[in-house]
């Protein structure tokens, strides 16, 4: 067995730097920082100590008032703490004036959530992502700190190797930013074909959507019997993984778990993922899992809509799942709640409870997205026949000499397989 002594540096360096402290600060908001200390805890810091700051909004030059930047500043020398952790989006001018009044490191909440990522991406795809969402983050922090150099174009000192060094730094971020965007275009083309592969058996195709943590990869391993990783903190999942699952009836069905949402996700982060999220685009429906356990059930289901919508998903069909309903003790409630929503079920992925439930409210919803058709096949194309009995409801049947006449209500990609043969 390698020794620690025996190990690289970097990595000897790595297991035995301690644990960095932070403080976490922010302007008083409608919510609490519990979702901010989980963000901490999941990206490996330790929260040593919060501060909140009450104002009507925070400030336009050091994100903390004056004073309370001092507090912080103090906080910081009596915990030892290594960063300061801002639940909230600075500015690069906020940022760089916290920083010199704190004088300790300053991370935003969107830097947070990009370490967490970084963190997590395994696949080429995902690191990818990841780092085009971090270049895009770092220009214009980069931009504003060399203003003062573009402000002495023409002049004395200005003419230097400095600006020109400056301006090389942004040109190679701006360059590799380039590169990225066309290694993902490209990613994004792999991905387009594999999806139309997928079209080719034409099973219906859902997508679990949910706020992080919510129980999405459990639900897939429950369901499809895969191993999908799955972790109980934030953004165990950055790729998609397809598995396909058999429903009550006998037909298939083709489920792909997606990246969690957070409140208030970054914009260019959803930008970075777009490829990855496409996948909640082309799906026939979604299934919005909830942690109906969590205190604040109601305002992470709003998150994920909000998303949804700047996807432009929000009009698609959905089943929404109420999960860990073993975690939840008032019963009588969660059944009210699943009664006033449409399309909802409760459920126990971890322990497997209700499944049945989930996959019949599955197939009631795909249901009602079939396409009634009536179709003559010809004996050479008879292979399709089985496929009209995976993916879809076959009602009637009858072989003539020529072609097997067929009728029945499809899904949508099956329906436009079909559509050459359509029989008046």
């Avoid at 996959?359 to 795909?366: C, G, Y």
């Avoid at 000499?401 to 043969?421: C, H, K, T």
Wanted: net charge negative; hydrophobic share 40%.
């Amino acid at each position: 067995m390698t020794t620690l002594s025996e190990r690289p540096d970097r990595e000897r360096m790595h297991l035995v730097a301690h644990k960095e402290r932070a403080i976490i600060a922010a302007v008083e908001k409608d919510q609490d920082s519990a979702e901010m200390r989980e963000l901490a805890s999941t990206a490996g810091v330790e929260v040593v100590g919060e501060m909140v700051q009450r104002r009507s909004q925070p400030s336009s030059v050091s994100y903390l008032g004056q004073g309370k930047a001092v507090e912080l500043a103090a906080l910081v020398k009596e915990t030892q703490a290594d960063v300061a952790l801002i639940d909230d989006d600075l500015s690069p001018t906020q940022q760089r004036n916290l920083e010199a009044a704190a004088e300790v490191r300053v991370l935003d909440r969107t830097q947070l959530i990009l370490d967490i990522f970084a963190q997590r991406a395994h696949t080429r795809e995902g690191k990818l992502q990841v780092e085009l969402a971090q270049l895009t983050y770092l220009l214009p922090r980069i931009s504003a700190q060399y203003t003062k150099f573009e402000r002495q174009q023409g002049g004395i000192g200005g003419r230097g190797p400095g600006e020109t060094k400056l301006e090389s730094d942004r040109s190679k971020i701006r360059k590799r930013i380039s590169d990225l965007e066309r290694e993902l275009e490209e990613v994004k083309r792999h991905r387009g074909m594999a999806r139309e592969g997928r079209r080719k058996t034409p099973f219906p195709h859902a997508a679990l959507v949910g706020y992080t943590s919510a129980g999405k990869s459990t639900l897939l391993n429950a369901l499809s019997g895969a191993e999908v990783h799955t972790d109980p903190q934030l953004f165990a999942t950055l790729d998609p993984t397809t598995r396909r699952i058999q429903l009550p009836e006998g037909w298939g069905i083709l489920l792909t778990d997606t990246v969690g949402f957070i409140q208030r996700l970054p914009h260019h982060l959803v930008a970075a993922f777009r490829a990855t999220l496409e996948e909640v685009l082309e799906a026939d429906l979604l299934i919005h899992v909830v942690d109906a356990a969590h205190p604040d059930r109601e305002q992470q289901m709003e998150a994920v809509e909000n998303v949804l919508e700047e996807l432009g998903a929000a009009a698609s069909p959905i089943v929404t799942v109420y999960n860990k309903s073993d975690l939840v003790s008032d019963q009588y409630e969660l059944r009210q709640l699943v009664a006033e929503v449409p399309d909802s079920v409760y459920i126990s992925a971890l322990k497997g409870e209700g499944m049945e439930y989930l996959l019949r409210e599955v197939e009631s919803v795909i249901e009602r997205l079939l396409v009634p058709m009536r179709v003559r096949l010809p004996y050479a194309e008879s292979y399709l026949l089985s496929q009209c009995h995976e993916s879809g409801k076959v009602t009637r049947e009858e072989y003539a000499n020529d072609s097997i006449l067929v009728e029945g209500r499809f899904v949508r990609d099956m329906a436009q397989r079909l559509r050459p043969y359509q029989a008046e």
